[in-house]
């Protein structure tokens, strides 16, 4: 990948990144920062990519290392959930904490549970906030193929919690 190719490659993937953040900070401003700083990243080592993951896979592995420095930087005090660190609320209560781990660990264990195509859009759309569309272009189907995988799965997840 070249330098003059970024732009496009930002325009592609620039919301998915921030998603990306978005969902492990819950701060639109500091996503957005570190979205600017994950793409300059990207930039400076350009030339490292050599085409051996996706694009969006190379992406979220810098922005996720833009986030850990950012977090120890800044001491954030963090837990790590799955190989995925999570900022623990100020003010929250150790009792809301461990609520929230449970239930983040029982819908993932119940995620995984599911066949394998359901659950990569499942994650895809939930962790990396992708469009339909944008999944079923990784998954090389159709967008409708991805809404009806995701509302099949949630189904699922939905007649195993009753």
Not at 65 to 88: F, G, R
Request: aromatic share 10%; glycine share 2%.
């Amino acid at each position: 990948m070249q330098k003059d190719e970024m732009e496009k490659v930002y325009q592609e993937h620039a919301q998915s990144v921030y998603g990306f953040l978005l969902l492990r900070t819950h701060d639109s401003q500091l996503a957005e920062e570190l979205t600017q700083e994950t793409f300059y990243q990207s930039l400076r080592s350009v030339e490292k990519f050599d085409g051996s993951c996706k694009v969006s896979t190379w992406l979220c592995a810098i922005a996720k290392n833009v986030l850990l420095k950012y977090w120890q930087k800044n001491k954030v005090p963090v837990v790590a959930l799955d190989d995925e660190q999570i900022i623990l609320a100020e003010d929250a209560s150790v009792e809301e904490i461990f609520l929230a781990e449970e239930n983040k660990v029982e819908l993932m264990a119940k995620i995984h549970q599911l066949p394998q195509e359901m659950k990569e859009v499942i994650y895809l759309r939930l962790a990396a906030d992708l469009s339909f569309k944008q999944i079923g272009e990784i998954m090389n189907k159709t967008e409708i193929w991805a809404r009806v995988t995701f509302y099949r799965g949630k189904e699922k997840l939905l007649k195993e919690e009753k």
